[in-house]
């Protein structure tokens, strides 16, 4: 019994570190979790938002919470709002309709996509392409985006606008909207703006260029400051597009170090305690839990609030309140739903102009998922 229970903490030491070793966490690439909580979490009662007496907001005592009020950016070069008005009239409600027809799940991976699309080699559809003999590890491959789905609605949407405008509509400009419809749809039609477009699809996609590019979730607030300012992204962008973690999942490989036994970490205990067992799977299947436990399926202010009372998944959910800046921006916009909402829109639209193609350097994909001539 003593040897089994030796070569079970040795068994749990080598998975933790494996996972500090490797890329810290998983990504839901399919790293098994730890084993089973052998002590239940114990005694520290965590801070709760809002807190109970209204005089203690904000309980640290910044000056009251705002956001820098900055005039809106312009739409990238080259890109315009209804781009598509003469060229393929009913572009955009094509999209939105497979985007309605997608689950909350889909719909969720959907504006992840958008995202994981941008920040690697700028919004180009470089993350749809499939891999092929010319190309055999793509974007899709990389660790980080073994998790994303929603790649079937797409397609379907761009089959539907082959047949109508053949040759218009690019595959980037197909997930830009529909990571806007997405985000209209979960925040029950509260989000809701116009995303400028005329993007053209890249034709180079490469894997090895995911991690660098790509935020990790255990990112201290340092590095998640600097890989978004790499992209022309500033705070306020960050950690307002960060309540997109108020919808979806992710797998526990991702957040597993943050759960006891080896939990250093400042996540609430009760919270910890439910993860730790939801975790535990006995084939060894990386299991999925949602973002938010309070409204899953809604893209909503309830992360920030989360964010406040430690009970948010990853490091880099968490790290938001290590910086006065990034902390003040967390009450800011877990004190209006509606600032914080349209913030959400702006910010989305500025992504969606991190190094966007023209023609001189990029093609009208006739399928998402391969480029028109093998490169
Ligand atoms: C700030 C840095 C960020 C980090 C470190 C990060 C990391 C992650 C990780 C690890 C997952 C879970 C993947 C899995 O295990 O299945 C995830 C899920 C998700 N992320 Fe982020 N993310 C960041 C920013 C963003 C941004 C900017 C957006 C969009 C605007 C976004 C949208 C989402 C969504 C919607 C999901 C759920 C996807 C699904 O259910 O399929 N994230 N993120």
Not at 13 to 18: K, Q, R, Y
Not at 58 to 80: C, K, M, N, W
Not at 141 to 151: D, E, Q, Y
Not at 192 to 220: I, Q
Request: net charge positive; aromatic share 8%; hydrophobic share 35%.
């Amino acid at each position: 019994m003593a040897a089994k229970l030796a070569i079970l903490a040795v068994l749990a030491l080598l998975g933790s570190l494996s996972c500090q070793t490797t890329y810290g966490y998983g990504y839901g690439g399919g790293n098994p979790p730890p084993p089973p909580p052998s002590n239940p979490p114990t005694s520290r009662s965590p801070p709760t938002y809002p807190p109970s007496s209204p005089s203690t907001y904000p309980p640290t005592g910044p000056s009251p919470p705002t956001y820098p009020q900055a005039a809106p950016s312009p739409p990238a070069a080259g890109l315009r709002v209804g781009y598509y008005d003469d060229k393929c009239p009913r572009a955009e409600a094509i999209v939105r309709r497979a985007v309605r027809g997608a689950d909350a799940g889909v719909k969720a991976g959907l504006v992840r996509m958008f995202f994981h699309d941008c920040f690697v080699r700028g919004c180009d559809a470089s993350v749809l392409l499939k891999p092929t003999e010319a190309n055999p590890q793509p974007e899709m491959l990389g660790i980080p985006n073994l998790s994303l789905r929603g790649f079937e609605v797409i397609d379907k949407a761009k089959a539907a606008l082959e047949k109508k405008c053949p040759g218009i509509v690019s595959c980037t400009d197909i997930l830009a909207f529909a990571g806007r419809d997405a985000s209209y749809f979960l925040s029950s039609y509260a989000i809701d703006f116009k995303m400028p477009a005329g993007r053209y699809d890249g034709n180079v996609s490469l894997a090895s260029e995911t991690l660098p590019n790509l935020p990790p979730p255990f990112a201290d607030v340092k590095q998640l400051k600097d890989m978004f300012a790499a992209k022309g992204l500033d705070t306020v962008d960050m950690v307002v597009l960060s309540g997109a973690h108020s919808i979806g999942r992710s797998h526990c490989s991702s957040f597993s170090g943050r759960l006891p036994p080896s939990n250093t970490s400042d996540m609430d205990p009760t919270l910890a305690a439910k993860l730790k067992g939801d975790c535990v799977s006995p084939n060894g299947a990386d299991n999925t839990v949602m973002q938010d436990y309070k409204t899953p399926n809604e893209l909503d202010n309830q992360y920030y609030l989360n964010v406040l009372n430690h009970k948010v998944l990853f490091a880099s959910d968490a790290a938001l309140l290590k910086a006065t800046d990034t902390m003040r921006l967390v009450y800011a916009a877990a004190a209006s739903q509606k600032l914080w909402q349209y913030k959400f829109g702006e910010a989305m639209v500025k992504m969606g102009g991190i190094e966007v193609k023209t023609a001189a350097n990029g093609e009208i994909r006739k399928m998402c998922g391969f480029v028109n001539k093998a490169y």
